[in-house]
């Protein structure tokens, strides 16, 4: 099994559609998770870290659930500008004889068109 | 705010040539990481530093990359000699000390290996 995995799409939605993706994660000793965005041969910048709680920003909701090891982003009303290819990342906790060390992991990525 | 600066933006030389990528972090962040982006690969983490010091090198493919961080406001990557399958989008990132601190990348460099 892959640490972090994501479906890779392309998902296609119209305009003002409600849209959600997965990420799947290995490591049950992950602490912290975020998603990032990225545009077409552009750098990857973050959207919105995850918190235990879940958490809002605007029309985007993100919520971790541990027991399952998965995070979600939700995107309501899209936008076209919303068209990208959305990045999970988990935190990981490597575990070794030389001490813990912690260690970021990247999916490959969803890729998300909005179409008029 | 200057973010991180990465130069040069598009590199395109001839297999076996040496290529210096050059990364300078965000003011004040303690860590910095080298990416590299491929469609197969995605992002790949290939080194990364705290304080100047590299901490894991575990990503770096072979003997063929180096990377060093002389100061805190400068870090290279160099391949040595080049060959074809480095073509990729290589990112530099730094970001503040804290375990949930975010990364932030700058804008790449495009390497094309002929």
Redesign the interface.
């Known amino acids: 099994r892959k640490e972090v995995e994501q479906d890779p799409g392309p998902f296609n939605v119209p305009e003002g559609a409600t849209v959600a993706f997965n990420c799947t994660y290995s490591n049950s000793a992950s602490?912290?998770f975020?998603w990032y965005r990225q545009d077409c041969r552009?750098?990857?910048?973050?959207l919105m870290?995850v918190y235990s709680s879940g958490n809002e920003d605007g029309r985007f909701t993100a919520q971790l659930n541990r027991a399952s090891q998965y995070i979600s982003l939700l995107i309501r009303d899209s936008k076209l500008s919303d068209s990208a290819t959305y990045?999970c990342v988990v935190?990981y906790l490597i575990l070794s004889n030389a001490g813990n060390?912690?260690?970021?992991i990247?999916?490959?990525?969803t890729s998300l068109a909005v179409n008029p | 705010d200057a973010g991180v600066i990465q130069s040069p933006r598009h590199e395109v030389t001839e297999m076996g040539q040496e290529v210096t990528l050059r990364c300078k972090p965000i003011s004040g962040h303690d860590y910095l990481f080298w990416y590299r982006q491929t469609m197969m690969r995605g992002l790949e983490l290939l080194i990364y530093f705290n304080n100047n010091v590299p901490i894991d090198d575990s990503g770096m493919p072979e003997d063929r990359f180096s990377a060093k961080m002389p100061n805190a406001s400068f870090s290279t990557l160099k391949i040595q000699p080049s060959e074809p399958r480095d073509s990729a989008v290589y990112f530099c990132a730094s970001r503040a000390g804290g375990r949930d601190q975010p990364q932030h990348f700058g804008d790449g460099t495009r390497l094309s290996i002929l």
């Open positions: 602490q912290s975020f552009k750098e990857p910048k973050l870290s990045l935190n060390n912690r260690k970021l990247w999916g490959l990525g």
